[in-house]
């Protein structure tokens, strides 16, 4: 798991970066599923930073609060195959159902679309490129990322960190 700025470093600046991740063009998502995220907004599920610090583990607080990224191939809901829900760490809220998990080959639980109502996106240039961040509408934690290159009926790869989420098996 790694920070914008230290993965920034260890990939030797903003020209490295964007040689790695590559010219992403800019999509609309479904506003029925996804609404945009404002610095401003107030969410449902708010903690301070020592209650989030508490209520996390270090890994899941640097991803959730301060946007970080699990190392690819690290979670073990990558090999989540059950039925059931993946929720947020932070506050619990359903986010995706395990009927839209695809496994997208880049290391990270990646589906082609959210629960309706579960996730906001906003612009993120950090890496010298144009990238829609997704966050938990509920309470703000940074989820992963969404890009236009996704399976069929969507087009979407909402590339997700596994930290971030937690998987509810469906009742028997």
């Not at 506003?31 to 404002?38: E, G, K, R, W």
Request: charge should be neutral; charged fraction near 20%; glycine fraction near 10%.
């Amino acid at each position: 798991m790694f920070s914008r700025r230290q993965f920034l470093v260890a990939s030797g600046g903003l020209g490295a970066a964007a040689l790695v991740i590559g010219v992403l063009p800019k999509f609309a998502a479904s506003t029925a599923l996804v609404s945009d995220a404002s610095a401003a907004e107030v969410f449902e599920v708010t903690h301070s930073d020592s209650e989030w610090r508490a209520m996390l583990s270090p890994e899941q607080y640097k991803i959730l609060r301060e946007e970080g990224t699990e190392r690819a191939y690290s979670s073990p809901l990558n090999n989540e195959h059950r039925e059931g829900l993946f929720v947020c760490a932070g506050c619990n809220l359903p986010l995706f159902s395990s009927k839209t998990k695809f496994d997208s080959g880049t290391g990270w639980p990646s589906f082609w679309t959210p629960l309706d109502n579960a996730v906001a996106t906003r612009q993120d240039r950090s890496l010298g490129v144009v990238r829609e961040e997704v966050h938990c509408r509920r309470c703000g934690g940074h989820l992963g990322h969404v890009f236009d290159d996704g399976p069929k009926p969507t087009g979407l790869r909402y590339c997700m960190n596994g930290l971030a989420l937690t998987f509810v098996p469906q009742a028997a």
